[in-house]
């Protein structure tokens, strides 16, 4: 039986790498597809193809999906995203707020630039689509999900990310605080919070044998996620079989959030 059949989700930063494989699970499950993207059109296309294969195989065709530019840090790029959306699928079932930038800076260096440019996608950009799902959700009065693509790091300090972080710890709390104030009204709010996974953004590793070696000896289960393995958690957290969860932040993450440093005892000796 598929999970989301009939749904339709607006999937924010869907052209490459984790948001990518979402918009492909999500079309294995039944899903009808927005793919969001701020710049490179030839990325969401390609998802776009691999949205139209998974459907083709899995239903044999007579999915909706569309493709829709805005940079969603921008409030009225935001409000003509939703209204391109509606307008293509009819109305949306489920948001997933997948988009997110990072940069690397020692904090004393960050340029304030740097800083509201990370901070206004990954958690102004978050907000503004939130609201705006929240209206629509209400106005249709049949519920609906959010689902924020957050990190390890809504937990776990990352030094010279001070941004990425904040806005992480930022994430979190506007999961829980939406999530409490519309559960009587029938919608739900979680957030998925990724580990290490094997992605474009995190090319300068996943290509080095040695800095990935480095980076998957801190993980318990000892490797990095693929991108599909997070995109499975999103689909479980959109269905019916999440229906009783909410405020919730699902760590898919091989262990990290374990301390994976005590997996010796050497704070008592052994």
Known sequence: MLKLAGKNALITGASTGIGQA?????????????????????????????????????????????????????????????????????????????????????????????????????????????????????????????????????????????PYSVSKGGMENMTRTLALEYAGRGIRVNAVGPGAVVTPINSAWIHDPEARAAVESHIPMGRAAQPEEIAAVFAFLASDDASYITGQTIFACGGLTLYPEFRSAWSSGE
């Open 22 to 162: 979402i918009a492909v699970r999500f079309a294995q499950e039944g899903a009808n597809v927005a793919i969001n993207y701020r710049s490179g059109p030839d990325q969401a296309e390609a998802t776009q193809v691999l949205v139209n294969e998974a459907c083709l195989a899995v239903r044999g065709g007579g999915c909706k999906n569309l493709i829709v530019q805005a940079d969603i840090s921008k409030e009225d790029q935001v409000k003509e995203m939703f209204s391109r959306v509606i307008s293509g699928l009819g109305h949306i079932d489920i948001l997933v707020n997948n988009a997110g930038v990072q940069k690397l800076s020692p904090s004393e260096d960050i340029d304030i630039q740097d800083w509201d440019r990370v901070v206004g996608v990954n958690l102004r950009g978050a907000f503004l689509c939130a609201r705006e799902a929240v209206r629509h959700f209400l106005a249709r009065g049949k519920g609906g999900v959010i689902l924020n693509n957050s990190s390890v790091h809504e937990l776990i300090p990352k030094p010279k990310y001070l």
